[in-house]
Nanobody, 132 residues
Framework: QVQLAESGGGSVQAGGSLRLSCAVS????????????MGWFRQVPGKEREGVAG????????FYADSVKGRFSISQDNAKNTLYLQMNSLKPEDTAMYYC?????????????????????WGKGTLVTVSS
């Protein structure tokens, strides 16, 4: 079982920055953590959830939605079992509930957002509001 808890959401003006964090339960073993495909998703009421960014914990590859490339950066800290999403140059259209998700799988299956359509573990979300 992998438990995820997001934090860091809030309200910011357009052009501002926020950093989201996703803490993986301290009861998750190192072996399990190292085999996680993890990512950030977002959803606006009435719209489908969309993938924002992803990575494989043991890999070097990160991948992003076109809408956030160059503005958002995903990273993780092995020592803290935590996933991050640094969001810069925020736009009103970035307003959404942001969710952290994880799935146990080999790195070869975690290379694009298209491969992250099925994720077994989800956090409860953190709200990001960007005003113009």
């Amino acid at each position: 079982q992998v438990q995820l808890a997001e934090s860091g959401g809030g309200s910011v003006q357009a052009g501002g920055s926020l950093r989201l964090s996703c803490a993986v339960s301290r009861y998750t073993s190192t072996a399990t953590y190292n085999t996680l495909c993890m990512g950030w998703f977002r959803q606006v009421p009435g719209k489908e959830r969309e993938g924002v960014a992803g990575l494989y914990v043991r890999g070097d590859n990160t991948f992003y939605a076109d809408s956030v490339k160059g503005r958002f950066s995903i990273s993780q800290d092995n020592a803290k079992n935590t996933l991050y999403l640094q969001m810069n140059s925020l736009k009103p259209e970035d307003t959404a509930m942001y969710y952290c998700a994880a799935d146990l799988r080999p790195g070869s299956s975690c290379r694009t957002l298209a491969t992250m359509t099925r994720m077994d573990y989800w956090g409860k979300g953190t709200l990001v509001t960007v005003s113009s």
